[in-house]
């Protein structure tokens, strides 16, 4: 059986032999032919490249183009867990604007646009299925979400209707989410925004900074630092004639002032010393 490297070793012979028979001319422009080609599949493969880089970009361009279209449908909806599956289709909307808004459901819809259940109906099923609810515009739904402390004794939970792309975001955030509620915060989300209730303060926590927080939490502020109580420092007199008077020298002498200046002199710088080794004492105790 022929290898490879034999094979290319019997073409490479071959061509010899080929131009070797043939005009030099025709062995030019072959040769000529090769560079043509070999140019324009150059060209052709940085034009492929390109045109892939653009694609790229047009498709990222259109993924978020399409993400944003998406949150913009969705900017009215809800979507409530817990609701029993009595409710018939057609009274599910009035029930809905009767529960979240505390209105009679015979009166006419003023603030739900349309209701329906998500997913199908199978009698096996433990709970209810959720209730996607489209309201008028994005005032009734911040006043739906007002209503979550109350419905809350009732077992029903509201979220707001989010793309596959904002709840892959979320799912990223359920480790923080565990951490932050099992040390005794507050978390929920806000679209894909976690934050936390932190006494009366509502702060955000982006992704593995849960940590930090419960960290810092535990730590809790340094206490305040308390100032020691410092005895008062020995007050030196400074009256010149008091200094005098301690060694020995009166005012009446200060008549030859060759001598009694000199004297005093000495007797202030050996006071001042006195009273800055009391100070140093002071200060290494």
């Given amino acids: 059986m022929i290898g490879t490297s034999d094979r290319l070793c019997w073409l490479a012979e071959t061509c010899k032999i080929l131009l070797l028979l043939l005009p030099e001319q025709t062995v030019s422009a072959l040769v ?41 449908s969705k900017r009215n909806n809800l979507v ?101 509620k099992s040390r005794g915060y507050k978390p929920f989300f ?20 849960a940590n930090k927080v419960v960290a810092a939490r535990a730590t809790g502020p340094p206490p305040p630092r308390q100032q020691q109580a410092q005895e008062p420092h020995a007050t030196v007199a400074m009256d010149p004639s008091a200094l005098l008077h301690r060694h020995g020298i009166s005012l009446d002498q200060l008549s030859d002032p060759s001598s009694v200046v000199a004297k005093a002199a000495q007797a202030i710088i050996a006071d001042f010393d006195n009273m800055m080794c009391a100070s140093d004492d002071d200060v290494a105790s």
């Fill in 190 to 209: 806000r679209g894909v925004t976690l934050r936390y209730r932190d006494g009366a303060l509502i702060r955000k926590c982006a992704r593995g900074e």
């Fill in 32 to 72: 000529g032919e090769i560079q043509r080609l070999s140019v324009e599949v150059g060209q052709a493969r940085a034009f492929g490249n390109r045109t892939y880089d653009q694609l790229q970009q047009e498709k990222q361009s259109n993924a978020e183009q399409l993400e944003r279209l998406h949150r913009h």
């Fill in 80 to 180: 409530v867990f817990g609701v029993p599956e009595s409710n018939t289709p057609a009274a599910l909307a009035r029930h809905m604007q009767g529960l979240l808004f505390q209105t009679a459901t015979s009166s006419e819809l003023t603030m739900v646009r349309s209701t329906f259940r998500l997913g199908k109906w199978r009698q096996d099923q433990g709970k209810p299925r959720a209730v996607l609810v489209e309201l008028l515009s994005v005032t009734a739904k911040h006043i739906a979400f007002q209503a979550s402390k109350r419905l809350r004794g009732l077992k029903i939970r509201l979220d707001e209707d989010l793309t596959p792309q904002q709840m892959k975001t979320q799912r990223g955030l359920s480790t923080d989410f565990q951490g932050l």
